[in-house]
Protein backbone atom coordinates (compact mmCIF):
# COMPACT_ATOMS: atom_id res chain seq x y z
CA UNK A 1 0.00 0.00 0.00
CA UNK A 2 2.89 2.49 1.09
CA UNK A 3 5.06 1.52 -1.89
CA UNK A 4 2.53 1.92 -3.97
CA UNK A 5 1.60 5.47 -2.87
CA UNK A 6 5.18 5.99 -3.10
CA UNK A 7 5.05 4.76 -6.76
CA UNK A 8 2.67 7.70 -7.55
CA UNK A 9 3.92 10.43 -6.07
CA UNK A 10 6.87 9.97 -7.69
CA UNK A 11 5.57 8.93 -11.10
CA UNK A 12 3.47 12.43 -11.07
CA UNK A 13 6.78 14.55 -10.08
CA UNK A 14 9.13 12.98 -12.81
CA UNK A 15 6.90 12.53 -15.83
CA UNK A 16 6.31 15.96 -15.74
CA UNK A 17 7.36 18.26 -18.51
CA UNK A 18 8.51 21.40 -16.19
CA UNK A 19 12.41 21.61 -14.66
CA UNK A 20 12.88 22.01 -11.80
CA UNK A 21 16.56 22.58 -11.33
CA UNK A 22 15.69 25.33 -13.86
CA UNK A 23 13.14 26.85 -12.10
CA UNK A 24 15.59 26.49 -8.73
CA UNK A 25 18.13 27.99 -10.62
CA UNK A 26 16.47 31.26 -11.04
CA UNK A 27 14.94 32.96 -14.02
CA UNK A 28 18.58 34.20 -15.09
CA UNK A 29 20.76 31.36 -14.29
CA UNK A 30 23.37 30.38 -16.58
CA UNK A 31 22.88 26.29 -17.97
CA UNK A 32 26.24 25.82 -16.20
CA UNK A 33 24.67 26.77 -13.08
CA UNK A 34 21.43 24.92 -13.99
CA UNK A 35 23.64 22.00 -14.36
CA UNK A 36 25.12 22.25 -10.92
CA UNK A 37 22.00 22.20 -8.97
CA UNK A 38 20.68 19.34 -11.23
CA UNK A 39 23.54 17.30 -9.81
CA UNK A 40 23.29 18.15 -6.48
CA UNK A 41 19.82 16.69 -6.26
CA UNK A 42 20.56 14.17 -8.02
CA UNK A 43 18.14 15.20 -10.94
CA UNK A 44 20.51 13.96 -13.87
CA UNK A 45 20.30 10.21 -13.26
CA UNK A 46 18.32 7.63 -14.58
CA UNK A 47 14.61 7.72 -13.29
CA UNK A 48 14.97 3.63 -12.01
CA UNK A 49 18.22 4.94 -9.74
CA UNK A 50 16.12 8.15 -8.53
CA UNK A 51 13.14 6.27 -7.55
CA UNK A 52 15.37 3.87 -5.82
CA UNK A 53 17.37 6.76 -4.08
CA UNK A 54 13.68 7.73 -2.95
CA UNK A 55 12.60 4.76 -1.79
CA UNK A 56 15.97 4.20 0.31
CA UNK A 57 16.14 7.93 1.54
CA UNK A 58 12.06 7.45 2.46
CA UNK A 59 12.60 4.50 4.60
CA UNK A 60 15.64 6.71 6.38
CA UNK A 61 13.03 9.48 6.66
CA UNK A 62 14.58 11.71 4.08
CA UNK A 63 11.81 12.92 1.88
CA UNK A 64 14.75 15.34 -0.09
CA UNK A 65 14.76 19.38 0.09
CA UNK A 66 12.44 21.62 -0.26
CA UNK A 67 14.02 23.97 -3.57
CA UNK A 68 12.02 26.47 -2.44
CA UNK A 69 12.95 26.96 1.42
CA UNK A 70 16.10 25.28 1.31
CA UNK A 71 15.56 22.59 4.01
CA UNK A 72 15.04 19.22 4.65
CA UNK A 73 11.32 18.47 3.67
CA UNK A 74 11.20 16.17 6.94
CA UNK A 75 12.13 19.21 8.82
CA UNK A 76 9.18 21.52 7.22
CA UNK A 77 6.85 18.63 7.45
CA UNK A 78 7.82 18.16 11.06
CA UNK A 79 7.06 21.86 11.50
CA UNK A 80 3.84 22.18 9.58
CA UNK A 81 2.46 19.07 10.52
CA UNK A 82 1.96 19.63 14.11
CA UNK A 83 -0.52 22.45 13.04
CA UNK A 84 -2.37 20.80 10.78
CA UNK A 85 -3.04 17.73 13.21
CA UNK A 86 -4.19 20.17 15.66
CA UNK A 87 -6.86 22.05 13.17
CA UNK A 88 -8.20 18.68 11.85
CA UNK A 89 -8.48 16.73 15.16
CA UNK A 90 -10.50 19.27 16.71
CA UNK A 91 -12.32 20.21 13.59
CA UNK A 92 -13.23 16.44 13.30
CA UNK A 93 -14.35 16.83 17.96
CA UNK A 94 -16.66 19.31 16.51
CA UNK A 95 -17.91 17.42 13.26
CA UNK A 96 -18.61 14.41 15.67
CA UNK A 97 -19.95 16.56 18.82
CA UNK A 98 -22.28 18.27 16.88
CA UNK A 99 -23.17 15.60 13.84
CA UNK A 100 -24.14 12.96 17.01
CA UNK A 101 -26.69 15.00 18.48
CA UNK A 102 -28.37 16.59 16.12
CA UNK A 103 -28.75 13.25 14.02
CA UNK A 104 -29.85 11.61 16.84
CA UNK A 105 -32.02 14.90 17.06
CA UNK A 106 -33.52 14.64 13.81
CA UNK A 107 -34.36 10.96 13.49
CA UNK A 108 -36.67 10.92 17.16
CA UNK A 109 -38.14 14.27 15.99
CA UNK A 110 -38.56 12.90 12.56
CA UNK A 111 -40.14 15.16 9.97
CA UNK A 112 -40.67 18.25 12.44
CA UNK A 113 -39.32 21.88 11.98
CA UNK A 114 -35.82 20.15 14.05
CA UNK A 115 -35.54 17.12 10.95
CA UNK A 116 -35.67 19.95 8.36
CA UNK A 117 -33.51 21.97 10.07
CA UNK A 118 -31.42 19.94 10.56
CA UNK A 119 -31.85 18.78 6.32
CA UNK A 120 -30.82 21.95 5.43
CA UNK A 121 -27.39 22.00 7.02
CA UNK A 122 -26.55 19.02 6.11
CA UNK A 123 -27.43 19.50 2.41
CA UNK A 124 -25.51 22.57 2.91
CA UNK A 125 -22.60 21.40 3.77
CA UNK A 126 -21.68 19.34 1.03
CA UNK A 127 -22.61 22.02 -1.48
CA UNK A 128 -20.86 24.77 0.12
CA UNK A 129 -17.71 25.61 -1.22
CA UNK A 130 -15.21 25.66 2.15
CA UNK A 131 -13.02 28.44 0.93
CA UNK A 132 -16.12 30.50 0.57
CA UNK A 133 -17.84 29.88 3.55
CA UNK A 134 -14.21 30.82 5.74
CA UNK A 135 -14.33 34.06 3.46
CA UNK A 136 -17.61 34.56 4.26
CA UNK A 137 -16.58 33.71 7.73
CA UNK A 138 -13.79 36.00 8.00
CA UNK A 139 -15.67 38.76 6.35
CA UNK A 140 -18.62 38.93 8.80
CA UNK A 141 -16.83 37.66 12.22
CA UNK A 142 -13.11 38.95 11.73
CA UNK A 143 -13.63 42.11 10.24
CA UNK A 144 -16.91 43.11 9.97
CA UNK A 145 -17.51 42.66 13.81
CA UNK A 146 -13.95 42.28 15.04
CA UNK A 147 -15.00 38.85 17.33
CA UNK A 148 -12.42 36.82 16.26
CA UNK A 149 -8.92 37.18 14.62
CA UNK A 150 -8.52 36.79 10.73
CA UNK A 151 -5.90 34.26 10.44
CA UNK A 152 -2.89 32.99 11.28
CA UNK A 153 -1.96 30.63 14.55
CA UNK A 154 -1.16 33.59 17.33
CA UNK A 155 -1.42 37.21 17.69
CA UNK A 156 1.81 38.79 16.42
CA UNK A 157 2.25 40.10 20.09
CA UNK A 158 1.88 36.85 21.86
CA UNK A 159 4.97 34.60 21.79
CA UNK A 160 4.53 30.85 21.00
CA UNK A 161 5.37 28.56 24.17
CA UNK A 162 8.58 26.75 24.78
CA UNK A 163 7.56 23.67 22.59
CA UNK A 164 7.51 20.61 23.93
CA UNK A 165 4.95 18.08 22.18
CA UNK A 166 4.93 21.22 18.90
CA UNK A 167 1.41 21.02 19.50
CA UNK A 168 0.48 24.59 20.41
CA UNK A 169 -2.68 24.00 22.77
CA UNK A 170 -0.82 20.80 24.65
CA UNK A 171 2.50 23.50 24.70
CA UNK A 172 0.44 26.24 26.02
CA UNK A 173 -1.45 24.09 28.35
CA UNK A 174 2.02 22.75 29.78
CA UNK A 175 3.50 25.86 30.51
CA UNK A 176 0.69 26.86 31.97
CA UNK A 177 0.00 30.29 29.77
CA UNK A 178 -3.46 30.50 29.69
CA UNK A 179 -3.66 33.86 27.61
CA UNK A 180 -1.18 31.84 25.01
CA UNK A 181 -4.25 29.23 25.16
CA UNK A 182 -6.69 32.00 24.39
CA UNK A 183 -5.12 33.09 22.03
CA UNK A 184 -4.50 30.14 19.74
CA UNK A 185 -8.21 29.24 20.52
CA UNK A 186 -9.46 32.63 19.47
CA UNK A 187 -7.25 31.75 16.06
CA UNK A 188 -8.64 28.37 15.77
CA UNK A 189 -12.33 28.82 16.05
CA UNK A 190 -12.88 29.87 12.34
CA UNK A 191 -10.53 27.74 10.36
CA UNK A 192 -12.69 24.76 12.55
CA UNK A 193 -15.84 25.51 12.10
CA UNK A 194 -15.13 26.00 8.32
CA UNK A 195 -13.24 22.43 8.16
CA UNK A 196 -16.00 20.57 9.87
CA UNK A 197 -19.13 21.26 7.92
CA UNK A 198 -18.92 19.14 5.33
CA UNK A 199 -17.87 15.97 7.79
CA UNK A 200 -20.51 17.49 9.69
CA UNK A 201 -23.27 17.44 7.34
CA UNK A 202 -22.11 13.94 6.23
CA UNK A 203 -22.07 12.69 10.12
CA UNK A 204 -25.35 14.16 10.75
CA UNK A 205 -27.12 12.35 7.95
CA UNK A 206 -25.76 8.53 8.25
CA UNK A 207 -26.59 9.25 11.79
CA UNK A 208 -29.81 10.32 11.22
CA UNK A 209 -30.81 7.39 8.68
CA UNK A 210 -29.00 4.76 11.38
CA UNK A 211 -30.92 5.68 14.03
CA UNK A 212 -33.96 5.54 12.25
CA UNK A 213 -32.75 2.22 11.45
CA UNK A 214 -32.59 1.30 15.04
CA UNK A 215 -35.46 2.44 16.24
CA UNK A 216 -37.87 0.05 14.50
CA UNK A 217 -35.39 -2.67 15.88
CA UNK A 218 -37.67 -4.86 18.12
CA UNK A 219 -35.18 -5.01 21.01
CA UNK A 220 -36.12 -1.31 20.61
CA UNK A 221 -40.19 -1.93 20.20
CA UNK A 222 -39.96 -4.99 23.24
CA UNK A 223 -37.78 -1.93 25.62
CA UNK A 224 -40.81 0.52 24.98
CA UNK A 225 -42.96 -1.71 25.35
CA UNK A 226 -41.77 -2.66 28.90
CA UNK A 227 -42.32 1.16 30.12
CA UNK A 228 -38.09 1.82 29.60
CA UNK A 229 -38.31 5.91 29.25
CA UNK A 230 -37.63 7.24 25.89
CA UNK A 231 -34.41 9.02 26.97
CA UNK A 232 -32.72 5.95 28.08
CA UNK A 233 -33.79 4.01 24.51
CA UNK A 234 -32.05 6.25 22.40
CA UNK A 235 -29.03 6.65 24.87
CA UNK A 236 -28.42 3.67 26.24
CA UNK A 237 -29.69 0.98 23.53
CA UNK A 238 -29.87 2.72 20.24
CA UNK A 239 -27.00 4.75 20.07
CA UNK A 240 -24.45 2.23 20.38
CA UNK A 241 -25.73 0.65 16.97
CA UNK A 242 -25.82 3.64 15.52
CA UNK A 243 -22.78 5.05 16.31
CA UNK A 244 -20.99 1.81 14.15
CA UNK A 245 -21.54 2.96 10.83
CA UNK A 246 -20.79 7.19 12.22
CA UNK A 247 -17.48 5.41 13.23
CA UNK A 248 -16.50 3.92 9.61
CA UNK A 249 -17.30 7.74 8.28
CA UNK A 250 -15.47 8.95 10.35
CA UNK A 251 -12.51 7.16 9.06
CA UNK A 252 -13.28 8.25 5.46
CA UNK A 253 -14.06 11.65 6.49
CA UNK A 254 -10.83 11.96 8.26
CA UNK A 255 -8.79 11.33 4.96
CA UNK A 256 -11.05 13.83 3.19
CA UNK A 257 -10.63 16.44 5.69
CA UNK A 258 -6.93 16.20 5.23
CA UNK A 259 -7.67 17.04 1.65
CA UNK A 260 -9.77 20.04 2.75
CA UNK A 261 -7.57 21.24 5.27
CA UNK A 262 -5.40 22.65 1.84
CA UNK A 263 -7.77 25.05 1.03
CA UNK A 264 -8.83 26.11 4.77
CA UNK A 265 -5.15 26.45 5.84
CA UNK A 266 -5.11 28.84 2.56
CA UNK A 267 -8.05 30.97 3.29
CA UNK A 268 -7.03 31.40 7.75
CA UNK A 269 -3.33 31.18 6.77
CA UNK A 270 -2.61 28.73 9.14
CA UNK A 271 0.59 27.23 8.74
CA UNK A 272 0.08 23.92 8.37
CA UNK A 273 1.05 21.23 5.93
CA UNK A 274 -1.98 22.35 3.35
CA UNK A 275 -0.27 25.73 2.90
CA UNK A 276 2.77 24.27 2.85
CA UNK A 277 1.91 22.09 -0.06
CA UNK A 278 0.02 24.79 -1.92
CA UNK A 279 2.85 27.07 -1.77
CA UNK A 280 4.99 24.41 -3.54
CA UNK A 281 2.77 23.52 -5.56
CA UNK A 282 2.45 26.98 -7.27
CA UNK A 283 6.13 27.08 -7.24
CA UNK A 284 6.05 23.69 -9.27
CA UNK A 285 8.40 22.21 -6.01
CA UNK A 286 7.76 18.55 -6.01
CA UNK A 287 9.73 17.46 -3.17
CA UNK A 288 7.90 18.98 -0.53
CA UNK A 289 4.26 17.87 -2.47
CA UNK A 290 5.05 14.28 -2.44
CA UNK A 291 6.49 14.59 1.46
CA UNK A 292 3.02 16.27 2.07
CA UNK A 293 1.00 13.64 0.11
CA UNK A 294 2.31 10.45 1.75
CA UNK A 295 2.30 12.16 5.06
CA UNK A 296 -1.86 12.35 4.88
CA UNK A 297 -1.93 9.02 2.69
CA UNK A 298 -0.07 7.27 5.91
CA UNK A 299 -2.11 9.44 8.25
CA UNK A 300 -5.46 8.25 6.49
CA UNK A 301 -4.12 4.17 6.87
CA UNK A 302 -3.53 5.37 9.98
CA UNK A 303 -7.15 6.26 10.67
CA UNK A 304 -8.90 3.48 8.96
CA UNK A 305 -6.58 0.83 11.10
CA UNK A 306 -7.85 2.76 14.42
CA UNK A 307 -11.24 2.94 13.19
CA UNK A 308 -11.14 -0.66 12.66
CA UNK A 309 -9.81 -1.48 15.91
CA UNK A 310 -12.47 0.75 17.35
CA UNK A 311 -14.99 -0.89 15.76
CA UNK A 312 -14.45 -4.74 17.08
CA UNK A 313 -14.06 -3.07 20.35
CA UNK A 314 -18.00 -1.39 19.99
CA UNK A 315 -19.64 -4.77 17.57
CA UNK A 316 -18.89 -8.22 18.96
CA UNK A 317 -19.93 -9.34 15.43
CA UNK A 318 -16.68 -8.43 13.83
CA UNK A 319 -14.40 -9.32 16.26
CA UNK A 320 -12.23 -12.05 15.48
CA UNK A 321 -13.42 -15.76 16.90
CA UNK A 322 -11.78 -15.95 20.00
CA UNK A 323 -11.38 -13.01 21.63
CA UNK A 324 -14.77 -12.44 22.27
CA UNK B 1 -46.91 -16.56 -41.30
CA UNK B 2 -44.34 -14.05 -42.05
CA UNK B 3 -47.18 -11.23 -41.56
CA UNK B 4 -48.65 -12.47 -38.38
CA UNK B 5 -44.66 -12.66 -36.91
CA UNK B 6 -44.31 -9.54 -38.23
CA UNK B 7 -47.91 -8.12 -36.34
CA UNK B 8 -46.83 -10.34 -33.45
CA UNK B 9 -43.80 -8.73 -32.91
CA UNK B 10 -44.95 -5.00 -33.48
CA UNK B 11 -47.20 -5.90 -30.76
CA UNK B 12 -45.15 -6.93 -28.49
CA UNK B 13 -42.92 -4.10 -29.08
CA UNK B 14 -46.13 -1.55 -28.55
CA UNK B 15 -46.97 -3.28 -25.61
CA UNK B 16 -43.33 -3.11 -24.66
CA UNK B 17 -42.94 0.91 -25.31
CA UNK B 18 -46.90 1.08 -23.15
CA UNK B 19 -45.01 -0.50 -20.55
CA UNK B 20 -41.80 1.79 -20.50
CA UNK B 21 -44.16 4.68 -20.55
CA UNK B 22 -45.88 3.98 -16.76
CA UNK B 23 -42.72 3.00 -16.00
CA UNK B 24 -41.55 6.54 -16.48
CA UNK B 25 -44.61 7.72 -15.39
CA UNK B 26 -44.29 6.05 -12.10
CA UNK B 27 -40.75 7.61 -12.23
CA UNK B 28 -41.95 10.79 -11.81
CA UNK B 29 -44.51 10.46 -9.99
CA UNK B 30 -41.96 9.19 -7.15
CA UNK B 31 -39.22 12.04 -8.05
CA UNK B 32 -42.18 15.12 -7.89
CA UNK B 33 -43.15 13.86 -4.20
CA UNK B 34 -39.90 15.42 -2.96
CA UNK B 35 -39.35 18.96 -2.54
CA UNK B 36 -35.80 18.92 -2.31
CA UNK B 37 -35.82 16.23 -5.61
CA UNK B 38 -37.47 19.05 -7.58
CA UNK B 39 -35.40 21.93 -6.70
CA UNK B 40 -32.67 20.26 -7.48
CA UNK B 41 -34.07 19.46 -10.61
CA UNK B 42 -35.67 23.22 -11.09
CA UNK B 43 -31.56 24.56 -9.92
CA UNK B 44 -29.65 22.25 -12.60
CA UNK B 45 -32.22 23.66 -15.48
CA UNK B 46 -31.88 27.26 -14.49
CA UNK B 47 -28.19 26.50 -14.52
CA UNK B 48 -28.17 24.69 -17.74
CA UNK B 49 -30.11 27.57 -19.55
CA UNK B 50 -27.82 29.79 -18.23
CA UNK B 51 -25.00 28.00 -19.65
CA UNK B 52 -26.87 28.18 -22.99
CA UNK B 53 -28.20 31.06 -23.26
CA UNK B 54 -25.46 33.25 -21.44
CA UNK B 55 -23.16 35.52 -23.50
CA UNK B 56 -27.50 36.17 -25.02
CA UNK B 57 -28.93 37.52 -22.02
CA UNK B 58 -25.93 39.35 -20.22
CA UNK B 59 -25.88 43.26 -20.39
CA UNK B 60 -22.13 43.40 -20.89
CA UNK B 61 -20.81 40.12 -22.94
CA UNK B 62 -17.45 41.97 -23.72
CA UNK B 63 -16.93 42.12 -19.93
CA UNK B 64 -15.55 38.38 -19.83
CA UNK B 65 -13.45 38.49 -22.41
CA UNK B 66 -11.06 40.86 -20.41
CA UNK B 67 -13.01 44.42 -21.56
CA UNK B 68 -11.84 47.64 -19.53
CA UNK B 69 -13.94 49.92 -17.87
CA UNK B 70 -11.78 52.03 -14.62
CA UNK B 71 -14.17 54.63 -14.33
CA UNK B 72 -16.70 52.26 -13.28
CA UNK B 73 -14.12 49.84 -11.23
CA UNK B 74 -15.75 48.27 -7.75
CA UNK B 75 -19.28 50.12 -7.74
CA UNK B 76 -21.54 48.57 -5.10
CA UNK B 77 -24.71 46.24 -6.22
CA UNK B 78 -27.20 48.68 -8.15
CA UNK B 79 -29.69 48.75 -10.86
CA UNK B 80 -26.45 49.08 -13.81
CA UNK B 81 -24.40 46.51 -11.94
CA UNK B 82 -26.37 43.88 -10.00
CA UNK B 83 -23.51 42.30 -8.39
CA UNK B 84 -21.50 45.65 -8.34
CA UNK B 85 -17.88 45.50 -10.62
CA UNK B 86 -14.40 44.29 -10.11
CA UNK B 87 -11.36 46.69 -9.85
CA UNK B 88 -11.26 47.18 -13.70
CA UNK B 89 -14.79 47.74 -14.14
CA UNK B 90 -16.46 44.60 -15.55
CA UNK B 91 -19.79 43.41 -14.59
CA UNK B 92 -19.35 40.74 -12.33
CA UNK B 93 -23.02 39.79 -12.78
CA UNK B 94 -21.84 39.23 -16.39
CA UNK B 95 -18.55 37.44 -15.62
CA UNK B 96 -20.80 35.15 -12.98
CA UNK B 97 -23.75 34.02 -15.79
CA UNK B 98 -20.62 33.34 -17.97
CA UNK B 99 -19.38 31.14 -15.61
CA UNK B 100 -21.74 28.90 -15.30
CA UNK B 101 -20.87 28.07 -19.15
CA UNK B 102 -17.13 27.11 -18.04
CA UNK B 103 -18.01 25.85 -14.53
CA UNK B 104 -20.41 23.01 -15.64
CA UNK B 105 -18.26 22.57 -18.69
CA UNK B 106 -15.66 21.28 -16.41
CA UNK B 107 -17.43 19.66 -14.22
CA UNK B 108 -18.71 17.51 -17.16
CA UNK B 109 -15.38 16.57 -18.83
CA UNK B 110 -13.75 15.36 -15.14
CA UNK B 111 -16.86 13.19 -14.62
CA UNK B 112 -16.96 11.58 -17.97
CA UNK B 113 -13.28 11.14 -18.19
CA UNK B 114 -13.72 9.52 -14.64
CA UNK B 115 -16.25 7.74 -15.69
CA UNK B 116 -14.70 6.65 -19.20
CA UNK B 117 -11.44 5.17 -17.28
CA UNK B 118 -13.46 3.67 -13.76
CA UNK B 119 -16.19 1.71 -15.87
CA UNK B 120 -14.24 -0.35 -18.08
CA UNK B 121 -11.75 -0.85 -14.75
CA UNK B 122 -14.39 -1.90 -12.64
CA UNK B 123 -16.38 -4.27 -15.33
CA UNK B 124 -12.25 -6.27 -15.76
CA UNK B 125 -12.35 -6.32 -12.19
CA UNK B 126 -15.74 -7.54 -11.33
CA UNK B 127 -16.15 -9.58 -14.49
CA UNK B 128 -12.92 -11.15 -15.02
CA UNK B 129 -11.46 -10.99 -11.82
CA UNK B 130 -8.11 -13.03 -11.05
CA UNK B 131 -4.54 -11.29 -10.28
CA UNK B 132 -5.81 -8.41 -13.11
CA UNK B 133 -9.14 -7.30 -10.87
CA UNK B 134 -6.96 -8.37 -8.07
CA UNK B 135 -4.48 -5.82 -9.09
CA UNK B 136 -6.87 -3.20 -10.08
CA UNK B 137 -8.49 -3.07 -7.37
CA UNK B 138 -5.09 -2.54 -5.13
CA UNK B 139 -4.54 0.65 -7.55
CA UNK B 140 -7.66 2.07 -6.88
CA UNK B 141 -7.10 1.46 -2.91
CA UNK B 142 -3.94 3.39 -3.25
CA UNK B 143 -5.77 6.17 -5.21
CA UNK B 144 -8.39 6.33 -2.61
CA UNK B 145 -6.28 6.76 0.28
CA UNK B 146 -5.27 10.28 -0.90
CA UNK B 147 -7.50 12.98 -1.17
CA UNK B 148 -8.54 13.90 -4.77
CA UNK B 149 -8.00 17.37 -3.76
CA UNK B 150 -4.02 16.40 -2.85
CA UNK B 151 -3.24 14.14 -5.34
CA UNK B 152 -4.64 16.84 -8.04
CA UNK B 153 -2.65 19.48 -6.38
CA UNK B 154 0.45 17.34 -6.99
CA UNK B 155 -0.34 16.50 -10.46
CA UNK B 156 -1.51 20.14 -11.32
CA UNK B 157 1.98 21.37 -9.89
CA UNK B 158 3.70 18.94 -11.76
CA UNK B 159 2.00 20.20 -14.82
CA UNK B 160 1.76 23.82 -14.34
CA UNK B 161 -1.37 25.54 -13.27
CA UNK B 162 -4.04 26.46 -16.31
CA UNK B 163 -7.49 25.26 -16.64
CA UNK B 164 -6.62 22.58 -18.92
CA UNK B 165 -3.62 20.89 -16.42
CA UNK B 166 -6.75 21.48 -13.86
CA UNK B 167 -9.25 19.21 -15.28
CA UNK B 168 -7.10 16.65 -16.64
CA UNK B 169 -5.44 16.45 -13.19
CA UNK B 170 -9.13 16.44 -11.35
CA UNK B 171 -10.06 13.90 -14.18
CA UNK B 172 -7.17 11.53 -13.59
CA UNK B 173 -8.20 11.20 -9.85
CA UNK B 174 -11.71 10.75 -10.19
CA UNK B 175 -12.06 7.48 -11.22
CA UNK B 176 -11.39 4.83 -8.80
CA UNK B 177 -14.55 6.07 -7.11
CA UNK B 178 -16.33 4.33 -10.02
CA UNK B 179 -13.98 1.40 -10.10
CA UNK B 180 -15.41 0.61 -6.47
CA UNK B 181 -19.38 1.15 -7.48
CA UNK B 182 -18.87 -0.88 -10.79
CA UNK B 183 -16.72 -3.78 -9.38
CA UNK B 184 -19.39 -4.68 -6.51
CA UNK B 185 -22.02 -4.10 -8.91
CA UNK B 186 -20.68 -6.36 -11.66
CA UNK B 187 -19.97 -9.07 -8.82
CA UNK B 188 -23.41 -9.00 -7.72
CA UNK B 189 -24.52 -9.27 -11.14
CA UNK B 190 -22.28 -11.89 -11.85
CA UNK B 191 -23.60 -14.49 -9.62
CA UNK B 192 -27.47 -14.03 -10.90
CA UNK B 193 -29.52 -16.69 -12.43
CA UNK B 194 -29.78 -14.52 -15.58
CA UNK B 195 -25.93 -14.39 -15.88
CA UNK B 196 -25.07 -17.72 -15.17
CA UNK B 197 -28.44 -18.43 -17.68
CA UNK B 198 -27.00 -16.60 -20.63
CA UNK B 199 -23.22 -17.93 -20.09
CA UNK B 200 -25.29 -21.27 -19.78
CA UNK B 201 -26.14 -21.17 -23.70
CA UNK B 202 -23.26 -20.22 -24.81
CA UNK B 203 -22.74 -16.20 -24.97
CA UNK B 204 -20.08 -14.95 -25.32
CA UNK B 205 -18.33 -12.42 -22.78
CA UNK B 206 -18.14 -9.14 -24.19
CA UNK B 207 -22.26 -9.74 -25.01
CA UNK B 208 -22.75 -10.46 -21.52
CA UNK B 209 -21.11 -7.66 -20.34
CA UNK B 210 -22.61 -5.26 -22.94
CA UNK B 211 -26.17 -6.69 -22.95
CA UNK B 212 -26.80 -8.17 -19.36
CA UNK B 213 -24.31 -5.98 -16.87
CA UNK B 214 -23.83 -3.13 -18.10
CA UNK B 215 -27.33 -2.08 -18.30
CA UNK B 216 -27.87 -2.72 -15.12
CA UNK B 217 -25.16 -0.64 -13.42
CA UNK B 218 -26.43 2.60 -15.12
CA UNK B 219 -28.64 3.86 -12.74
CA UNK B 220 -26.13 3.75 -10.29
CA UNK B 221 -23.52 5.14 -12.59
CA UNK B 222 -26.47 7.77 -12.99
CA UNK B 223 -26.82 8.94 -9.29
CA UNK B 224 -23.02 8.60 -8.59
CA UNK B 225 -22.66 10.89 -11.89
CA UNK B 226 -25.05 13.96 -10.78
CA UNK B 227 -22.84 13.88 -6.98
CA UNK B 228 -20.26 13.72 -9.01
CA UNK B 229 -20.72 17.06 -11.73
CA UNK B 230 -21.25 18.67 -7.87
CA UNK B 231 -18.34 17.74 -6.43
CA UNK B 232 -15.92 18.08 -9.73
CA UNK B 233 -17.08 21.55 -10.25
CA UNK B 234 -16.26 22.38 -6.48
CA UNK B 235 -12.95 20.45 -5.79
CA UNK B 236 -12.13 22.87 -9.82
CA UNK B 237 -13.12 25.86 -8.23
CA UNK B 238 -11.08 25.35 -5.34
CA UNK B 239 -8.25 24.84 -7.44
CA UNK B 240 -8.90 27.99 -9.22
CA UNK B 241 -9.24 29.48 -6.07
CA UNK B 242 -5.53 28.19 -4.91
CA UNK B 243 -3.91 30.11 -8.05
CA UNK B 244 -3.86 26.66 -10.13
CA UNK B 245 -6.66 26.26 -12.07
CA UNK B 246 -8.22 29.15 -14.69
CA UNK B 247 -6.21 32.29 -14.97
CA UNK B 248 -8.09 35.25 -15.05
CA UNK B 249 -9.61 37.31 -17.31
CA UNK B 250 -11.14 33.63 -17.53
CA UNK B 251 -14.89 34.09 -15.99
CA UNK B 252 -14.54 31.27 -13.55
CA UNK B 253 -15.77 30.59 -9.96
CA UNK B 254 -13.03 29.80 -7.83
CA UNK B 255 -10.32 32.43 -9.14
CA UNK B 256 -12.92 34.67 -9.23
CA UNK B 257 -13.50 34.30 -5.74
CA UNK B 258 -9.54 34.49 -5.14
CA UNK B 259 -9.37 37.71 -6.58
CA UNK B 260 -12.02 39.24 -5.16
CA UNK B 261 -10.33 38.30 -1.87
CA UNK B 262 -7.71 40.86 -1.70
CA UNK B 263 -10.68 43.64 -1.71
CA UNK B 264 -12.39 42.09 1.21
CA UNK B 265 -14.13 43.73 3.73
CA UNK B 266 -15.17 47.04 1.45
CA UNK B 267 -15.49 44.90 -1.57
CA UNK B 268 -17.79 42.13 -0.33
CA UNK B 269 -19.75 41.74 -3.63
CA UNK B 270 -16.64 40.40 -5.68
CA UNK B 271 -16.15 37.67 -3.90
CA UNK B 272 -19.66 36.67 -2.38
CA UNK B 273 -21.66 36.39 -5.51
CA UNK B 274 -19.25 33.69 -7.45
CA UNK B 275 -19.66 31.26 -4.18
CA UNK B 276 -23.22 31.23 -4.06
CA UNK B 277 -23.61 30.33 -7.44
CA UNK B 278 -20.77 27.47 -6.66
CA UNK B 279 -23.00 26.95 -3.86
CA UNK B 280 -26.57 26.74 -5.95
CA UNK B 281 -24.87 24.59 -8.26
CA UNK B 282 -23.61 22.13 -6.56
CA UNK B 283 -26.40 22.37 -4.00
CA UNK B 284 -29.00 21.45 -7.74
CA UNK B 285 -26.69 18.54 -8.49
CA UNK B 286 -26.23 17.05 -5.03
CA UNK B 287 -30.52 17.07 -4.41
CA UNK B 288 -30.99 15.93 -8.10
CA UNK B 289 -28.55 12.63 -7.26
CA UNK B 290 -30.58 12.30 -4.06
CA UNK B 291 -33.47 12.42 -6.19
CA UNK B 292 -32.82 10.35 -8.62
CA UNK B 293 -31.06 7.80 -6.37
CA UNK B 294 -34.53 7.47 -4.51
CA UNK B 295 -36.02 6.91 -7.77
CA UNK B 296 -34.05 4.11 -9.26
CA UNK B 297 -32.06 2.67 -6.44
CA UNK B 298 -34.56 2.88 -3.63
CA UNK B 299 -32.33 0.24 -1.92
CA UNK B 300 -29.35 1.91 -1.60
CA UNK B 301 -30.97 5.03 -0.20
CA UNK B 302 -30.22 7.08 3.14
CA UNK B 303 -26.57 4.99 3.07
CA UNK B 304 -24.55 8.04 3.03
Sequence with gaps: MLFGLLCITFTISHVAPGDPARLAAGPDATPSMVETIRVQYGLDRPLPVQFGQYLRGVLRGDLGRSLRTRETVAADLARYFPNT??????????????????????????????????????????????????LMLQLLLALELGIVPLGGRLGLMTAPPPPVTHLLFVDALLAG???????????????????CFPALAAIVRV??????????????????????????????????NAM???????????????????????????????????????????QPIMGVTLVIGLNFMLANFLVDLAYSWLDPRVRPAGTA | MSGAVASGSAGAWLAERGAAARELRFYARVFARSAASLLGLGLVLVFLLMAALGPFVVPYPEDARGAVHLDQKLRPPGARHWFGTDEVGTDIYTRVVL???????????????????????GIVAGYVG??????IMRVTDIFLSVPALVLALAIVGALGPGIVNAIVALGLVWWPGYVRLVQSKTLALKGQVFVEAARAVGTGRLRIVF??????????????????????????????????????????????????????????WYSAFPGLFIYLTVLGFNLLGDGLRDVLDPRSREQG
Design chain 2, 130 to 135: GAVGEI
Design chain 1, 207 to 240: NRAEMLETLKQDYIVNARAQGVSELRIVARYALK
Design chain 1, 244 to 286: IPTLAMIGLRYGWMLGGTVLVETVFDWPGIGLYAVASAVSSDF
Design chain 2, 211 to 268: VHILPNCVSPITVKASMDMGSAILAAAGLGFIGLGAQPPYPEWGAMISHGRNYLPTWW
Design chain 1, 85 to 134: FELVTGAMLLAVGLGVPLGILSAVYRDTWVDQLTRVVSVSGIAIPAFWLG
Design chain 1, 177 to 195: QWRVFGDALAHAVLPTVTL
Design chain 2, 99 to 121: GARVSLRIGLVITVLGAAIGVPL
